[in-house]
């Protein structure tokens, strides 16, 4: 990457959000004013803080046709398409870059009970994507929010609320991978015909470290936006990512609002043995509008396993009267039942009627649990209780997913950097980056120097600023 196409890590100046993404019926810059910094244009004359050479594509950012946008901008070569559609990719550049002769304990064995956003991690912790792209990751099942849009009942649009609240958090399964930390101005933005949605995020702070990000529907049916501040401390046999912030769904037909934060996510035996991940915490998504709730408890492992990705909740009127029952498993799938049918077959389970789940696999307690934590053995997929109703399944992984850090379909595509690309993003996006790209061509020596080097850029700024008492300016 030349002089002229340099990622910049961080702006101080820009043009208002709705030069690029603006809906013909609402003020999308009213809604973000709180939320997302605007950030897609730039004035190069007018740049301060972290811009250290001068770029000739910032003067002149193109804008978004949003009657024919094709998720690039208006100008360059148009990506391939089939029946209208753009076409993405189906695989990476370069397959995963192994971990199996890296030493994790020389760094780690410092960290204990530290948060780790401010520690360095070596190139291999991570996987190519940036965190504004884990974030956008939320996007994959969006049709649950389509749907929701549609239904009449208020009840039947919680319950798809609900399944896209444990679908956002179905992609991390398997991915141990540390997403790149993003730099102070860093953006994202991605436009999805084919979905029916754009979406946008930036990093507003980086100490504490804060992604916020924003996203409409392309038929002005939803808005979703928030901000997370992921909080992560090594425990010495695991690493915890609690994703504070707030996140707001808001259903524009209905005039409805639901909010609820994601589940605490752990990665264990990151010293040593096999690594595997768990979800666990209480999600409560509120509808402020009538005051019913959904409680889901996303179960931690447990004794054997048993409970391994499990997800259990129920819907409840603002009176607490329980109205549907939801269960699954984060990893799989989502089911709903009525709360009578629910309780008498949980009745029949526990009298030990035939239909109960089948008893776990003891193996997994054999290992050393001073040494490790053991791998607990999957247990039988959910067992559907009859009349239930399915709201939710994952979608497939492709074949060759093991050999591309775990991604999904969706997730391969959100690092494409296609032909004209580069003459209508921002400089900022995350796509642009030089480490991230790196990681996946294959080149880990040019990921990692040039991760070093942006850091260092960043750490520079910032003592810069310090000097001449300085904020940091998102606008």
């Known amino acids: 990457m030349n002089g002229e196409e340099e990622f910049f890590d961080a702006v101080t100046a820009c043009n208002p959000f709705t030069q690029r993404c603006v809906s ?42 949003t009657g024919r946008s094709n998720g690039i901008g208006k100008v360059g070569e148009r990506p391939p398409r089939e029946n209208g559609i753009q076409k993405h990719r189906t695989s990476l550049p370069a397959p995963m870059f192994t971990r199996s002769d890296f030493s994790v304990w020389s760094i780690l064995k ?19 994507l940036s965190f504004l792209q ?29 399944a896209f609240a444990v679908s956002a958090v179905a992609s991390q399964w398997e991915r141990t991978g540390k997403p790149f930390n993003p730099l102070l101005g860093e953006t994202y933005e991605l436009i999805r015909e084919d979905l029916g949605f754009r979406f946008i995020s930036e ?45 707001t769904l808001e259903l524009l037909k209905h005039n409805e609002a639901y909010t609820w934060t994601n589940p605490t996510c752990c990665v264990h035996n990151v010293i040593i043995g096999k690594l595997w991940i768990e979800q666990y915490g209480t999600v409560e998504i509120l509808n402020h509008r009538t005051g019913d709730k959904c409680v ?3 179960k931690p492992c447990g004794l054997f396993g048993k409970e391994l990705h499990k997800v259990e909740g129920h819907i409840q009127d603002k009176n607490k009267k329980k109205l549907f029952m939801i269960y699954g498993k984060w990893t799989e799938c989502l089911w709903g039942i009525d709360p009578a049918a629910y ?54 992984r492709p074949p060759n997913s093991a050999q591309m850090y775990n991604f999904t379909s969706f997730t391969v595509s959100l690092n494409e950097l296609q032909s004209g690309m580069e003459k209508t993003l921002a400089p900022t996006d995350c ?3 030089p480490d991230i790209r790196g990681m996946e061509n294959g080149d880990m020596d040019l990921a990692s120097q040039e991760k070093e080097r942006l850091e260092e850029k960043q750490r520079e700024a910032r003592r810069e600023r310090a000097t001449q008492e300085a904020e940091w300016q998102t606008r």
């Open 24 to 65: 013909p019926r609402r003020d999308v810059s009213m809604i973000v004013s709180d939320v997302l910094p605007c950030f897609l244009g730039f004035d190069s004359e007018n740049s301060s803080g972290e811009f250290s050479e001068a770029d000739p594509r910032v003067a002149g950012v193109m804008r978004v046709d």
């Open 110 to 128: 410092k960290c204990i009970g530290l948060e780790l956003s401010k520690i360095t991690m070596p190139i291999a912790f991570n996987e190519p």
């Open 134 to 162: 884990r974030i956008t990751e939320y996007m994959e099942h969006v049709y649950l929010i389509h749907r929701a849009s549609c239904q009449p009942q208020a009840l039947e649009r919680m319950q798809c609320v609900a």
């Open 203 to 247: 990093q507003v702070s980086h100490h504490p470290p804060i992604s916020a990000f924003y996203s409409e529907g392309l038929n002005q049916d939803f808005l979703f936006h928030g901000s997370i501040y992921p909080k992560l401390k090594f425990w010495g046999k695991s690493v915890e990512a609690e994703p504070r912030g707030t996140i």
């Open 296 to 298: 889901l408890h996303f």
């Open 343 to 396: 309780e008498s077959y949980k009745k029949r389970e526990r009298r030990g009627d035939p239909l109960s789940k089948a008893q776990p696999d003891d193996s997994s307690q054999k290992a050393d649990g001073d040494v490790l934590d053991a791998v607990p053995e999957a247990q039988e997929t959910v067992h559907v209780i009859p009349g239930s109703k399915l709201l939710w399944r994952v979608n497939t």
């Open 431 to 433: 796509r642009l980056r």
